[in-house]
């Protein structure tokens, strides 16, 4: 079996490099070893989990906003039952709509375990423990990333869970520990909290959500508090006791002192994530990696393995569906003979919880950090007439700009429908923008993207409506 590009993995970034690929008149071929296409993202991340954080937002407003908007119901009541069958619903329809793009763009599908055998070959080796050769004149490296594990935790996907485990709990249980304030946590803890759980959140650190914004951070911590979300920064989880019927979870102080013991039914480790790299033979075919367990790279996304490269999780940068989509399509280009290019000063991050996080470019930290002279403009939703009726008062935007040239350095939301919001201000830094490009282009009234413009006059000059 002889194809143009092989790629290991069906995830964002395999998958979408597949298809750009045959696009561009290539044989592709992509090999996968699980019973679906889609990888993490489709299957047990990015999609199912959205159907649960939406569907749990739905049944919270049908219960507390309902009434002030004039809408009588009876206490709505929760069927996790339904709710679960709607998330498998979205999964398969995701996955199911992936196949029919690999069908529509004539890509071979092979099942089984992928290993890079060498420069130009793929040693696939199926269920049944049979194996076969696949010759590509490219290899793509797309498997993504696993959950990281808690030393001295074992995961059972029952009461101990991973990501993985928390979606699809048969019960909703009373005390929920979890372990990490990062994005999965706080989505995953927000999901149980609405539909009734006692969330506790344990970080290590003194603060939740890192990397991002240290001022959205602590808004975003306050309104999550006031919801009913506890934490306990600067706190460790030292060990679980699974022995009883009730998980027995001993948290220390991060920086030493005494203990204290949590009880819980179900306990979520969400410490983040690493590469998925066992298994692809990539010690023996040579390739080179970096300190941190990921595939090493170039700026064309090659390995030092003559025809292999890598993209997504496994190597440098932030562990995002859509960053691993857009190194799919710079590769396949690349791979065509075009130029292929991703800019990752310009890539969005969001966070799911309510209201929703998301941020673009240089934090204030960093630009403080680098000496970069900026101005910030603020804008809060309590002052916009569209997030008011919506009862969507909580966050505010916040627009960095440079001090001398205007241009929009980075651009931080919290809020209604931050993740969608964001994509003005990714298009606008794309094309270098500056706050004053950003405040004066003519915005629809009323409309959350208001708040948007209005915190980039405050970056530029003045707000009109504060």
Same mark, same amino acid.
């Given at each position: !079996? ?10 964002? *970034? ?6 750009? +690929? ?20 489709? =299957? ?60 529509? =763009? ?17 040693? &696939? ?7 076969? !050769? ?7 490296? +797309? ?12 995961? @059972? ?39 009734? #759980? ?14 991002? @914004? ?20 600067? #706190? ?5 006791? @699974? ?41 023996? +075919?040579? &390739?080179?990696?970096?300190?941190? *367990? ?27 569906? %859509?960053?691993?989509? @857009? ?13 292929? %290019? &991703? ?10 919880? %309510? ?28 002052? =916009? *007439?569209?997030?008011?009726? !919506? ?18 350095? *980075? ?17 606008? !830094?794309?094309?270098?923008? +500056? ?5 004066? &282009? ?6 959350? #993207? ?14 009109? %409506?504060?």
């Amino acid at each position: !079996m002889s194809y143009d590009l092989a790629v290991i993995g069906s995830g964002p *970034g395999g998958y979408v490099c597949a298809i750009r +690929a045959a696009q561009l008149g290539l044989k592709v071929a992509v090999i996968e070893k699980d019973a679906t296409l889609g990888g993490t993202c489709l =299957n047990v991340g990015c999609i199912p989990s959205k159907a649960l954080l939406y569907s749990s937002e739905m049944l919270e407003r049908a219960g507390h906003d309902f009434a002030t908007l004039g809408i009588k119901i009876a206490p709505p009541e929760l069927d996790l039952g339904a709710m679960m069958a709607h998330r498998v619903a979205m999964v398969e329809a995701n996955t199911s709509g992936v196949e029919y793009l690999f069908k529509k =763009n004539k890509i071979e599908t092979i099942r089984g375990r992928g290993a890079v055998a060498g420069p130009g070959k793929v040693s &696939v080796t199926a269920d049944d423990g049979a194996t076969s !050769m696949v010759e590509a004149r490219a290899i793509v490296i +797309a498997t993504g990333s696993e959950s990281t594990p808690l030393p001295g935790v074992t995961i @059972d996907e029952k009461r101990i869970v991973s990501s993985t485990g928390a979606l699809a709990l048969d019960a909703v249980p009373k005390r929920l520990v979890v372990v990490g304030a990062g994005v999965i946590g706080l989505e995953l803890g927000s999901v149980w909290r609405r539909l009734g #759980s006692e969330v506790t959140v344990v970080e290590f650190l003194d603060r939740i959500l890192p990397g991002l @914004d240290g001022e959205v951070a602590k808004q975003s911590q306050r309104v999550l508090a006031r919801q009913g979300m506890a934490f306990k920064l600067a #706190s460790k989880v030292a060990a679980v006791d @699974d022995s009883g019927d009730t998980l027995k979870v001993t948290i220390e102080p991060a920086a030493g002192g005494d203990a204290e013991i949590l009880e819980a039914d179900v306990v979520l480790v969400s410490i983040g994530r690493r590469p998925f790299t066992e298994g692809l033979g990539l010690a023996e +075919a040579g &390739v080179a990696m970096d300190e941190r *367990g990921r595939v090493a790279v170039d700026a064309h996304f090659r390995t030092n393995v003559e025809g292999v490269y890598a993209i997504g999780d496994v190597i440098r940068g932030p562990m995002l569906a %859509h960053k691993a989509e @857009d190194e799919g399509v710079a590769v396949a280009e690349i791979v065509a003979g075009q130029a292929g %290019h &991703v800019n990752y000063g310009v890539i969005p991050n969001v966070v799911y919880t %309510h209201p929703e996080i998301a941020s673009v470019g240089k934090t204030e930290e960093e630009l403080k950090a680098a000496g970069v002279a900026y101005r910030a403009g603020k804008f809060p939703f309590s002052a =916009n *007439g569209r997030a008011r009726v !919506m009862l969507e008062k909580d966050g505010f935007v916040k627009v960095l700009a440079d001090e001398k040239t205007d241009r929009v350095l *980075g651009v931080h939301i919290v809020g209604p429908f931050a993740g969608e919001l964001i994509a003005e201000a990714a298009v606008l !830094m794309e094309f270098a923008g +500056a706050a004053e490009d950003l405040a004066r &282009v003519c915005h629809a009234h009323p409309t959350l #993207s208001e708040a948007v413009k209005e915190a980039a006059l405050a970056a530029w000059f003045k707000p009109i %409506h504060i």
